[in-house]
C-alpha cells in the first residue's frame, strides 16, 4: 500500500521529474490554501492522506477520538474566526461520524470542509469493506460536494470547495476521496486551478436601499431583528453604526449574538422561545421590522402568522432563497449584509423621532428583567452564568452546548464583539458545546474560552478532553450540573403533566474523571463558592479544566414561549 514519498521517474528526455502521489497533492493545496489546523481521525482507506500528512509539519493535525467532535471542532474553528474550518475521516464509519457535524454547520451557515477518504474506484458501488456513500448521506446538508475520481483534479476541487464553502452564503463542502485517487502518482496537475467563480459580495440594489430607508423614516415603532448573516458577512461595524445614527433598538437572534455589542443601550438582548420579555414585545408592537441575515427560525417566530403582526418587513439575505420563505418581505434586499447595513446607514444619517417608542421599551425593560432568585443553600443557573459574565467582562469566548444552560448562557452572557458566543442554534445538537470550544481555542490560542454544558450533552463528547490535554488546551468546562436532561424535564413538567420520562442521570464525578484525563476539576455545591471558583478555572494557566458545578435541579429556563404559539402565551416566570 505505501507509495513512496517522492519517486523520480525518467522523462524519456533526460530529465527527471518529481512525481507526487495525489496524497501529497492533497496536502500541498491544503497548505497553499492556507489550512494550519485539521481536525480528523484517520483509517485505512484515509492512510495515503495520513501519510503524506506525516510530513506537513506546518499544518497542525488534531487527532480527536470521535469524528463527530472533528466536525464540531471544524466549525468552532469556523465561528471564531471566520476561516474555513477543515476535518478528515477515513470511509465508511469515520465518514458517518461526521454527519452531525456537517448538519449543524448547515443549518447554521458555517463555512467547512470535510474531507472524507473512499474506498478505491474500482469498487465503490459494491458494497467493499467501510464504504459508505457519503455524498449521497450528505447531500441534503451540503452546499456542495466533490467526488474526486482523477489525482490531477484534486487542486483545483480543493480550491473550489473552499470557495464554495465560505462564499455567498456559508456552509459546508464534502470532498470524497478514492484510496486510488490519493496513491496514485501523477506528473501534473491540471496546471494551477482556475480563479474562484463566485463573484465578490453582492451590492444592494439602490431602490431597495431607497425603499427601506423610506420605510423606516416613516415607522413610529420600528425594531431591527439581526442574525447570524449580521456576524458572516462581517457586518457589525455597519449594524451599530445604523443603530446609533437611528436610534433603531435592536434585537438578536442565537445565531446573531455578538453581532453588536450586547451592553449597547439600544439592543434589547435575544428574541423568541427564551428571549427577554421587552425583546418579544417589541417585535409584537412593531410597524417595520428590518430583518437581517435571519431565517425566521421557528424558535423566533412561533406561530407564524402572529410573528410582529402589525409589522411591515424589510429582509436582507444573501441567499435569495430565504426572502420570503416563511415571511414575505415588503421590501427584499438581496445583498451582502454589511453592503446593505452600510448603504441603509448612508441613506438614514439622523435620529429618528422614537422618543415614544423608547418610554414604552423603556417601560418594559424595567417591568420585565430576567430574573432568578438566590438563596443561601442551592446554587441556581442563572447566577453562575451572570457570574462568568461578571468574571470575564463579557470578553471570553462563550461556548455552549444545547438545553436550559444554552438558553441560560443566551440570556445572561451579553457578548460585546462578534465570533465570541457560539452554540449550536438551527440544529440544536447536543455534544457540540466542548468540541467545538476546542476548536475554537485551536484557532485562537491566546483566548479565554469557555464551554458551558449540560451534564447530558457533556457524556456525548466528553471523550475528548483527552485531546484537549494532549495539546495543551486551556478551555474551561464549566458543567451545569442538574441531574438530568434538563431541558426535556422542563418540557415534561409544563406539558407531560410532570410524567418524568427517562431524563434523571446518573453522573460521574465530573472532577474526578477530568483528573483521570490528567486536566484540572472541581466541583462546587454553595453558592457562596460559586464566584472563588470561577475565578480559579479562569486563572488555570495552561491544560483544560473542569469545573462541576451542581446547581438547582428544579430551576426552569424562563420566559418561555411555548413552541408554536405567540407572545401572548408566554410564560413569564
Ligand atoms: C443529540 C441530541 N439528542 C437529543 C436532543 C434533545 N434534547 C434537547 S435539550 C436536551 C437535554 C439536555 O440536557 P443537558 O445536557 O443536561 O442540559 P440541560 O438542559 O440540563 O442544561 C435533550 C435531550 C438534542 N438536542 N440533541
Not at 519517486?7 to 512525481?19: D, F
Not at 436550559?404 to 458545546?433: N, V
Amino acid at each position: 500500500m505505501a507509495t513512496s514519498a517522492v519517486q523520480a521517474t525518467p522523462t524519456g528526455s533526460g530529465r527527471e521529474v518529481a512525481v507526487r502521489i495525489g496524497a501529497q497533492v492533497l496536502v500541498e493545496t491544503l497548505r497553499r490554501l492556507g489550512v494550519t489546523a485539521i481536525f480528523g481521525h484517520p483509517g485505512g482507506a484515509a492512510l495515503p492522506i495520513y501519510d503524506a500528512l506525516y510530513d506537513a509539519r506546518d499544518i497542525a493535525h488534531v487527532l480527536v477520538r470521535h469524528e463527530q467532535v472533528a466536525a464540531h471542532a471544524a466549525v468552532g474553528y469556523a465561528r471564531a474566526t471566520g476561516r474555513v474550518g477543515v476535518c478528515l475521516a477515513t470511509s465508511g464509519p469515520g465518514a458517518t461520524n461526521l454527519v452531525t457535524g456537517l448538519t449543524d454547520a448547515y443549518m447554521d451557515s458555517i463555512p467547512v470542509v470535510a474531507i472524507t477518504a473512499q474506498v478505491p474506484t474500482a469498487v465503490i458501488g459494491r458494497d467493499a469493506f467501510q464504504e459508505a456513500d457519503i455524498i449521497g448521506l450528505t447531500l441534503p446538508i451540503t452546499k456542495h460536494s466533490y467526488l474526486v475520481r482523477d489525482p490531477a483534479d484534486l487542486p483545483a476541487a480543493l480550491t473550489e470547495a473552499f470557495a464554495v464553502a465560505a462564499s455567498g452564503r456559508p456552509g459546508p463542502v464534502v470532498v470524497d476521496v478514492p484510496r486510488d485517487v490519493s496513491q496514485t502518482p501523477l506528473a501534473a496537475t491540471r496546471g494551477e486551478p482556475a480563479p474562484s467563480r463566485r463573484a465578490g459580495p453582492r451590492a444592494p440594489h439602490a431602490g431597495q436601499i431607497a425603499a427601506a430607508a423610506a420605510l423606516l423614516r416613516d415607522a413610529r415603532r420600528p425594531v431591527i431583528y439581526a442574525g447570524g448573516g449580521v456576524i458572516s458577512a462581517g457586518a457589525s461595524v455597519e449594524l451599530t453604526r445604523l443603530v446609533d445614527q437611528t436610534g433603531v433598538p435592536v434585537t438578536v437572534t442565537l445565531m446573531g449574538k455578538g453581532a453588536i455589542d450586547e451592553h449597547h443601550p439600544r439592543c434589547l438582548g435575544m428574541l423568541g422561545m427564551h428571549g427577554t420579555v421587552c425583546a418579544n414585545y417589541a417585535v409584537d408592537a412593531a410597524d417595520v421590522v428590518l430583518a437581517v441575515g435571519v431565517r425566521f427560525d421557528d424558535r423566533v417566530t412561533g406561530r407564524l402568522r402572529d410573528f410582529a403582526p402589525q409589522a411591515r418587513f424589510i429582509h436582507i439575505d444573501i441567499d435569495p432563497a430565504e426572502i420570503g420563505k416563511n415571511k414575505p418581505a415588503h421590501v427584499p434586499i438581496v445583498a451582502d449584509a454589511r453592503a446593505a447595513l452600510g448603504a441603509l446607514a448612508d441613506a438614514l444619517p439622523d435620529p429618528l423621532p422614537l422618543e415614544a417608542w423608547w418610554r414604552q421599551l423603556e417601560e418594559w425593560q424595567a417591568r420585565y428583567p430576567l430574573r432568578y432568585r438566590q438563596g443561601d443553600d442551592v446554587i441556581k443557573p442563572q447566577f453562575v452564568c451572570e457570574t462568568l459574565a461578571r468574571l470575564t467582562g463579557d470578553r471570553a469566548v462563550v461556548v455552549t452546548d444545547v438545553g436550559q444552560h444554552q438558553m441560560w448562557a443566551a440570556q445572561f452572557c451579553r457578548p460585546r464583539a462578534p465570533r465570541t458566543f457560539i452554540s449550536s442554534g438551527g440544529l440544536g445538537a447536543m455534544g457540540f458545546g466542548f468540541p467545538a470550544a476546542l476548536g475554537a481555542q485551536v484557532a485562537r490560542p491566546d483566548a479565554t474560552v469557555v464551554a458551558l454544558v449540560g451534564d447530558g450533552g457533556f457524556q456525548m463528547t466528553m471523550q475528548d478532553l483527552i485531546t484537549a490535554v494532549e495539546w495543551r488546551l486551556p478551555v474551561k468546562v464549566v458543567v451545569l450540573n442538574n441531574g438530568s436532561l434538563g431541558m426535556v424535564r422542563q418540557w415534561q413538567e409544563f406539558f407531560y403533566r410532570q410524567r418524568y420520562s427517562h431524563v434523571f442521570l446518573r453522573n460521574p464525578d465530573f472532577a474526578r474523571l477530568a483528573e483521570v484525563f490528567g486536566a484540572q476539576g472541581r466541583s462546587v455545591r454553595r453558592p457562596d463558592e460559586v464566584e472563588a471558583a470561577l475565578a480559579w478555572m479562569l486563572a488555570v494557566p495552561d491544560g483544560p479544566c473542569v469545573l462541576d458545578v451542581h446547581v438547582d435541579p428544579q430551576e426552569n429556563c424562563l420566559p418561555m414561549i411555548p413552541s408554536g404559539q405567540s407572545v401572548k402565551e408566554m410564560i413569564l416566570g
